[in-house]
């Protein structure tokens, strides 16, 4: 039963855009009707309030059709489509859903394509460092191609239909700019500002304000227009070609794990290769990120640790590393020191978020991310919002490992990180100026005359 004098409804969750589309009757004819001229609009009605979502749309058809029915039955039609996919969708000849079976079978069948309905010119241009192609870590790892005057957003979220947002570059002051919003399929153009903080690393830290419906800076690119939570942080772009940096935190560790998603060995065609003719005494848990793998944190959850007469590690032919995370960034927000890794084998989540405790000189407390967003309540405990794992580790470096412990919060990411770690071996620098590798080679060969 329907009201012949309805209160309408908003359909702006499910349907709004401007579309064209093809169509074509189960029963009156054969073929598809596919004209450019044919559209759907679904947008807010012009004057009405911003607030105000649209309660109507409008199908204009090129083939003449009898859509001028008197009877009360005629006058209502029914929509069935997918919440995954709209670009398919029926329409019922009558006020009853039962004719409906599913979103390609029906008395009309429908085809709907995006239509851009607006263009807007750029007026300002974002930094060259921030161009590229990243994920929206905040925004179901959506892709998002950055240029000189334009960002170009393009998702598929979980549950409901793609998206395709542009930003135009419309004004800039110190970090923050103002951007006009423009879907392909958009019914109006909206304004809204980005506070995007400089590039380092791998990520690109930003957030983004509310909408606005006028283009005053003043408005839009106030403080009071973002997310002024006492708990709000910075969401992540992370390169989509990314290139591995030293970690922010060094060492060998034993450790023990805690969490839903604890870490187990993962079973290769033979699950435990071995080597037969070594008998293994000592087996311990271990995650390794040494001077000669800067930039990649190494665990095994059950390493033979066994040595030989010289007190020195035994080499097994067969060794398998059971995780390999590759560093990405590291940054430090909210006084918790973050870092972001890459695993390419993690079927859940490539990219992941890590929060840093040091509790003591040699003993560490991590905690990793769900997913590949950093957890707006994520500290370093099991039991906090967003924790997936936690890794509690102590310093388990033997005398001739050469992998001493180096820790930094990256309180300033930016900044080249100068060292100098002198091993049994010998020197190992790490940096990435030039000038200051010269110097450490000076140094370094100072350090290794006195010693010989």
Not at 22 to 42: H, K, L, M, R, V
Request: glycine fraction near 4%.
């Amino acid at each position: 039963m329907f009201n012949l004098d309805p209160t309408y409804q908003s359909c702006r969750q499910s349907f709004e855009g401007v579309w064209q589309f093809a169509y074509e009757y189960e029963t009156q004819f054969t073929g598809i009707c596919d004209n450019p001229f044919s559209n759907i609009t679904a947008c807010q009605r012009p004057g009405i309030n911003f607030a105000i979502e649209n309660q109507r749309f409008y199908m204009s058809y090129i083939v003449a059709v009898n859509m001028g029915e008197d009877q009360n039955f005629l006058r209502f039609s029914c929509f069935v489509d997918r919440t995954d996919q709209v670009l398919l969708m029926t329409k019922s000849r009558t006020a009853s859903c039962s004719e409906l079976k599913n979103a390609k079978l029906g008395y009309e069948q429908l085809k709907l394509t995006h239509v851009k309905s607006e263009t807007v010119i750029p007026k300002c241009s974002f930094p060259a460092t921030l161009a590229g192609t990243w994920y929206n870590t905040a925004n179901y790892d959506s892709t998002v191609i950055i240029n000189r005057t334009h960002i170009h957003e393009i998702s598929q979220p979980d549950q409901s239909a793609p998206e395709d947002l542009y930003y135009v570059c419309q004004e800039s002051r110190d970090t923050r700019f103002l951007i006009a919003k423009l879907g392909i399929g958009g019914c109006q153009l909206d304004y809204m500002c980005f506070d995007i903080l400089e590039r380092h690393h791998n990520v690109i830290q930003f957030r983004q304000g509310r909408l606005f419906p006028n283009s005053d800076f003043r408005a839009v690119c106030a403080w009071s227009a973002f997310d002024n939570d006492a708990h709000w942080r910075y969401s992540i772009l992370v390169n989509a070609n990314p290139v591995a940096v030293p970690c922010s935190i060094r060492g060998i560790f034993e450790f023990e794990q805690y969490g839903n998603s604890k870490l187990i060995v993962r079973d290769g065609v033979t699950k435990t290769p071995w080597d037969p003719e070594i008998n293994c005494t000592s087996w311990h848990t271990e995650l390794r990120i040494c001077p000669n793998a800067p930039d990649t944190m190494m665990i095994n959850i059950n390493k033979c640790k066994t040595l030989d007469y010289r007190a020195r590690e035994v080499n097994f032919k067969y060794e398998i590393v059971d995780y390999k995370w590759r560093c990405l960034a590291y940054w430090n927000e909210d006084t918790l020191a973050m870092m972001y890794t890459y695993d390419k084998d993690d079927a859940y989540s490539k990219y992941r978020c890590w929060v840093i405790l040091r509790d003591s000189y040699g003993q560490f407390t991590l905690s990793r991310s769900h997913r590949s967003a950093c957890g707006r309540f994520q500290t370093e405990r099991a039991d906090s919002d967003g924790v997936s794992l936690q890794l509690v580790l102590r310093d388990s470096e033997r005398i001739y490992d050469n992998c001493p412990v180096h820790y930094y919060d990256g309180t300033n990411p930016r900044k080249d990180q100068l060292f100098l770690t002198v091993l049994q071996a010998g020197v190992v620098a790490h940096t990435g100026n030039a000038w200051a590798l010269i110097l450490l080679l000076i140094i370094s060969y100072a350090l290794v005359s006195d010693t010989n």
